[in-house]
């Protein structure tokens, strides 16, 4: 069997090994410090305990085959990552809440490669649970916020959430 570098692996973080659990809901001040947004194709199941957009998608249905129009806010299962920002970024219009893991295959590919910009968030966020309780500990890593899109970038530029911005880097493929 073929060791597949880290460099290659994706987060997988998003999932608590306690619970067993894929739903760890954005803190709400981030998406109010955003705006609004017309799509969650990742969202909690009801009952949720703030809303994220105007129209959710949460299981039994599967977001990555529902119609995405309008801007999509997109906090993905982070075990499955990789599909969830290939389909933000041929969307080209929304903004995804991930770890800032600026090694792995799936940021290369669909964030250095696609985005447009990304906001490096600081200090760790602390998740909420589905009843809305902040987690307990912080979500282990760095979060990062990336744009895909005119609009997008300039939510991220006048949200005011404490990050370091970055735009227009280049990318030696």
């Not at 619970?19 to 009801?46: H, K, Q, Y």
């Not at 995804?96 to 290369?108: G, H, N, P, Q, Y």
């Not at 250095?112 to 998740?127: I, P, Y």
């Not at 899109?149 to 493929?173: F, I, K, M």
Request: glycine fraction near 10%; charged fraction near 20%.
């Amino acid at each position: 069997m073929t060791q597949v570098p880290n460099t290659y692996r994706a987060a997988g973080g998003h999932e608590s090994q306690r619970s067993g659990s894929n739903v760890w809901l954005t803190p709400p001040g981030i998406v109010e410090a955003l705006g609004a947004f017309d799509l969650d194709p990742c969202a909690a199941p009801e009952p949720r305990p703030w809303p994220t957009a105007k129209r959710h998608v949460c299981p039994p249905l599967d977001g990555l085959t529902a119609d995405w129009r309008g801007r999509v806010w997109l906090n993905p299962p982070y075990s499955d990552i990789a599909r969830w920002l290939g389909k933000l970024a041929e969307h080209g219009h929304g903004t995804a809440l991930v770890f800032a893991r600026t090694e792995t295959r799936w940021f290369i590919d669909h964030v250095w490669h696609r985005a447009d910009a990304v906001l490096f968030l600081h200090g760790r966020l602390h998740f909420c649970l589905p009843d809305g309780m902040a987690a307990r500990g912080n979500a282990g890593a760095p979060s990062a916020l990336v744009a895909y899109g005119s609009e997008d970038y300039a939510r991220l530029l006048a949200c005011r959430l404490p990050g370091t911005l970055n735009r227009g880097w280049w990318v030696n493929r």
